[in-house]
């Protein structure tokens, strides 16, 4: 059996005859992958994976298996890291806390279950901007064949997917039933708020798209969700890669509860690079720290945006200037790791809505929790199925401006010049900035095209965020309408924390260990421009009909119900400002965004795949530059975020990179 305690695992890694010939640092969305591939397809090799989180084996966990519970299990430490962001200076110095997944399945296990994809173009910008050869469209929706659609109830607005979607037996992903069903038992129509959300968009001129996830993402749909039709519960990296090679597989042994502090390097060729061959972690329980001295053949680092740089930090590869802040030693000088952080910055809005729309909240009833769990249950459908969750529309800049009345070019005219002053306040290394200046250009050449999306509406029928209403047993229902921003032009920094003592020593409690991470939400005004926008379309579709009929007020920002802004967008469209209600809405807005702007969990870019001129950590084989037997396989290898959630990426990434070693075998 594939996951072993800590004396079968060392025992076997410190084996003469058969050591580990690969060891993953990371038993996550991606890492369970290249362990699964690795160890099926090379029968003959050792494959060790080193998992700081346990195991859940699927139908184990509510919270995680089901659908319509998506969200519960965050900040619980079985299941969440929670990391903290240093005080976030445009977000009124607030501290953000960042989820991600811990455990085998990693963010797959925790995450909130839709599968996007995202456009044609930025893929194969991999390719053409980056030099990664390879890496485009085509080839990456091939390593997706193992994400399998099950429609089950539902006409995915009508669309052919299959060319999309082969059928293998990995990840399953689900359309759900949507719920309510479409007219009610007495006959009566009763509309989702995903569908009167959906007849607004028709009304402002947003288009349905019948198959965002073939390379074309514009428009609205409700997103395919990562289930298994058959059971209704999460399909995730765990339950397709993991466990169904559980029982028969002897090649693969996976330590749970272990948690990597760094790489470990063989020096002693004074003439070749640095080798790695081993790794340093900490179990609990155990005082010191523990070693892997002699992986035979490649170390792959999956431990996510978060966590890959802190290890590669930790290992002495990053830029020296930050190393030597805690006496690390540099054995591979790269200014790139940790430096290119992206996520989608996004501003939540929050209504009140007519109390006869089923939301997400009827679930705090236990009468309608029992009958939904029964419907759950016997028949995969109702909220917990995942029938009301999320509908998701992608819209291009020309889309956003034609809705908020302001014309694309007053948006993109400033800015070339802010990002000017950008790069100049932003302490950039000369290969972090040239790699940044590239990633700006297309992002800029993106916001004049309309095959791109730049702000996401996602809605969510239920109050999303911590419901004060729900703790005093209130029965208000709520629509939340939340505005990612797609391409952001501000940069963070995730860098390690402080130097791991020596292996004698004692460590102190866990998270004195956790990485800093700074996103510098918004630091660039571009962004702020842009999410101020996104907030306006959400005003805006709740001004139309049939939306604005369902809406009873304002959640948040409360303020908004001082305003009449039904008059005010009316005198907007005439042509007639009200100058005064026009500045009190903008002073609302600013504040709103400050008080409430998030990421939402798609952190990217740490250990680029770019070259080490622009600032990049790994090469297209994902090969960390200058040391020798060391891969990055997550999602910190994406040189810029994507307009799409990200798990459809990891998934391929893990596919790719588990071709790329088992290609370099047989070269070997
Ligand atoms: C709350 C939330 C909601 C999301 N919702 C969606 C969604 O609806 N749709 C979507 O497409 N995407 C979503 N995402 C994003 C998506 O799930 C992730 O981007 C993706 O799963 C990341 O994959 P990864 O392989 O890069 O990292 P992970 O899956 O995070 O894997 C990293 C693994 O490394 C382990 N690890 C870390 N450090 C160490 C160490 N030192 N030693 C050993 N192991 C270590 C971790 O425990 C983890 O198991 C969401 C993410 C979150 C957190």
């Given at each position: ?16 005859n058969?050591?580990f ?37 699927s ?38 806390v ?5 455990g ?29 050869h ?8 091939k ?14 607005l ?16 689900t ?8 007219s ?8 989702s ?11 402002i001129?947003?288009?349905?798209n019948?198959n ?13 969700i ?27 042994l ?77 054995i ?8 290119n ?6 501003v939540?809005?929050i ?23 029964k ?5 995969q ?11 998701l ?6 889309h956003i ?15 070339q ?7 100049e ?9 040239q ?17 791109q999306?730049?702000i ?39 860098h ?30 571009t ?14 579709l ?26 005010l ?19 609302i ?11 939402v ?12 001129e ?51 075998y047989?070269n070997?």
């Amino acid at each position: 059996m594939p996951i072993v305690d800590l004396k079968a695992f060392l025992e076997r890694a410190n084996s003469k005859n058969d050591p580990f010939d690969y060891l993953i640092i990371g038993g996550g969305t991606a890492g369970l992958i290249i362990a699964h591939r690795l160890a099926q397809n090379l029968s003959h090799v050792t494959v060790g994976v080193i998992e700081a989180g346990t195991y859940h084996g699927s139908g184990s966990v509510p919270v995680i298996d089901t659908p319509g519970l998506f969200g519960r299990s965050l900040n619980n430490p079985l299941y969440d890291w929670a990391f903290k962001t240093e005080p976030q200076v445009n977000a009124n110095n607030r501290t953000l806390v960042l989820p991600r997944g811990k455990g085998l399945g990693g963010s797959s296990l925790i995450n909130y279950l839709c599968y996007t994809r995202p456009s044609k173009d930025e893929y194969d910008a991999l390719e053409t901007t980056f030099n990664n050869h390879g890496w485009n469209w085509e080839e990456l929706i091939k390593h997706m064949k193992s994400e399998h659609f099950e429609e089950k109830g539902n006409e995915w607005l009508g669309s052919d997917s299959s060319h999309v979607h082969e059928p293998h037996e990995q990840i399953k992903l689900t359309l759900p039933p949507v719920w309510p069903p479409t007219s009610s038992e007495a006959g009566e129509e009763t509309l989702s708020l995903h569908d009167l959300t959906f007849q607004t968009m028709d009304n402002i001129g947003i288009p349905p798209n019948p198959n965002p996830t073939n390379g074309n993402n514009i428009g609205y749909a409700r997103p395919l969700i990562c289930t298994d039709s058959k059971s209704g519960i999460r399909s995730s990296s765990v339950s397709g890669y993991l466990e169904p090679i559980l029982k028969s597989c002897t090649n693969l042994l996976v330590l749970i509860d272990a948690s990597v502090t760094r790489v470990l390097f063989d020096h002693s060729d004074s003439i070749r690079k640095p080798r790695a061959v081993g790794v340093e972690f900490r179990v609990s329980g155990h005082d010191n720290n523990l070693q892997i001295q002699n992986v035979r053949r490649e170390i792959i680092l999956s431990a996510g945006s978060l966590k890959t740089p802190d290890i590669l930090e930790h290992s002495g590869i990053g830029d020296p200037r930050i190393l030597q802040q805690n006496g690390i030693n540099c054995i591979a000088e790269l200014p790139g790791v940790g430096s290119n952080f992206q996520d989608h910055p996004a501003v939540p809005m929050i209504f009140e809505v007519d109390p006869k729309y089923p939301t997400l909240e009827l679930l705090l009833d236990p009468e309608e929790f029992e009958k939904h769990q029964k419907l759950f249950t016997e028949k995969q459908e109702g909220i917990l199925a995942g029938g009301l969750s999320f509908s998701l529309t992608f819209l291009p800049l020309h889309h956003i401006s034609d809705i908020t009345k302001t014309p694309s070019n007053i948006i993109l005219d400033k800015i070339q010049t802010e990002t000017e002053k950008y790069v100049e306040t932003s302490n950039f290394s000369e290969e972090v900035r040239q790699g940044y200046e590239k990633q700006c250009q297309l992002q800029m050449k993106w916001l004049k095209d309309p095959r791109q999306a730049q702000i996401e509406i996602v809605c969510a029928a239920g109050f999303v965020g911590p419901n004060k209403d729900s703790q005093t047993g209130s029965k208000k229902r709520h629509l939340t309408l939340t505005a990612p921003l797609m391409h952001p032009f501000s940069r963070g920094t995730v860098h390690h924390h402080t130097a791991i003592p020596d292996s004698n020593e004692t460590f102190p409690p866990n998270n004195a260990f956790e990485p800093k991470i700074n996103p510098r939400l918004i630091s660039h005004p571009t962004d702020y421009t842009l999410l101020m926008k996104g907030v306006e379309c959400i005003l805006r579709l709740t001004q139309t009909e049939p939306l604005k009929s369902a809406i009873r007020g304002y959640a948040s920002p409360s303020e908004l119900s001082t305003i009449d802004l039904d008059k005010l967008f009316k005198s907007i469209e005439e042509g007639q400002e009200d100058h005064e209600s026009k500045s009190r809405l903008e002073e609302i807005l600013n504040s709103h965004i400050k008080n409430v702007v998030r990421t939402v969990h798609h952190p990217i870019g740490t250990a680029a795949m770019m070259s080490k001129e622009d600032g990049g950590v790994v090469d297209k084989q994902l090969r960390v530059y200058g040391v020798d037997g060391l891969r990055v396989a997550d999602l910190s290898i994406l040189p810029f975020e994507v307009s799409t959630h990200t798990v459809s990426t990891a998934f391929a990434i893990g596919e790719m990179a588990s071709d790329i070693l088992i290609k370099a075998y047989g070269n070997h």
